[in-house]
């Protein structure tokens, strides 16, 4: 049920970008605005980074497989990847046109219908962004969350560019209408250098949080009674699934049955603070013991 829900999130988005990119696209036809074209522009990959998100979301979804026995969540890390080099494409863009409003000097022509188009669009995109990114982190999709940083991204320029467009026409100052899409445009790039960072920080098996942490060795450590202590706790994120393992010491007395339950109730612990999370521990004889890492109460 949940994959749907993400599904249908995903084309949910696809649609309004649609919706969107057709107010923009009206907006700069009746204004002949630089700013705003840059701004239609910038849509335009908004749109094809929610068609990448959506094939992200459809193949992590896959179950594991010989080739993949770890699954394939990592596909959503490529997919945010890739929406930060979009984003970066649309800074591009808008440096371009920007240039030519430069070059050729070109004054926007008032249109109270063209600037009421731009600013719903940006109302349309803001309220869907603050939702793609408050559902993307409950459902632990960094393609959602991606998607949903790409619109903010959209929403801040958009409301740049129709203030420098307004204050173009009111001043006469016609020069500020490419000098803002350039500033937008600085912007963008920046987002989309955050966004691509982040989402490296996936692929390259980053540790979960300190709070994520906390909460496994408090739960080893509560959970683990017969046990004498657990060492080289290692996790890393892999879109919404947390991979942990360590190795548990026990007495060398004990049976393989008893270890076993120990392990159970640690691995049914963990999972209920942490959702998604896969579990492989390590049981070792008490000469293994380190003397560090988690005490067990």
Known sequence: MDLKIRIRVAVISIIIGLVVLGL??????????????????????NIASSIAALAAIWFASKPADSNHPYGHDKA??????????????????????????????????YSAVGIGMN????VINGAWARYLMSYGKSARSPALVADGKHLMTDVFSSVGVLGGVVLALATGWHILDPMLAVLVG????????????????????????????????????EQGEGALEAHDLRTRIAGKSTFIDFHLVVPGTMSVEAAHEICDRIEVAITEDVPGAHITIHVEPEHKAKHSGIVVL
């Open 119 to 122: 600013l719903a669009a940006a």
């Open 186 to 221: 600085l912007m963008v790039l920046w987002s989309g250098w955050e966004l691509v960072k982040e989402s490296v920080g996936g692929l390259m098996d980053e540790a979960a949080s300190a709070d994520v942490l906390e909460k496994i060795r408090l739960q080893i450590s």
């Open 76 to 109: 959503e890390y490529f997919a945010a990847v890739l929406v930060g080099v979009m984003i970066v494409l649309a800074a591009i863009s808008i440096f371009r046109a920007a240039w030519i409003g430069f070059s050729q000097g070109d004054s926007p022509e």
């Open 24 to 45: 923009k696209t009206g907006a700069y036809m009746l204004t002949g605005s630089v700013a705003l074209l840059s701004d239609a522009l910038e849509t335009t990959v």
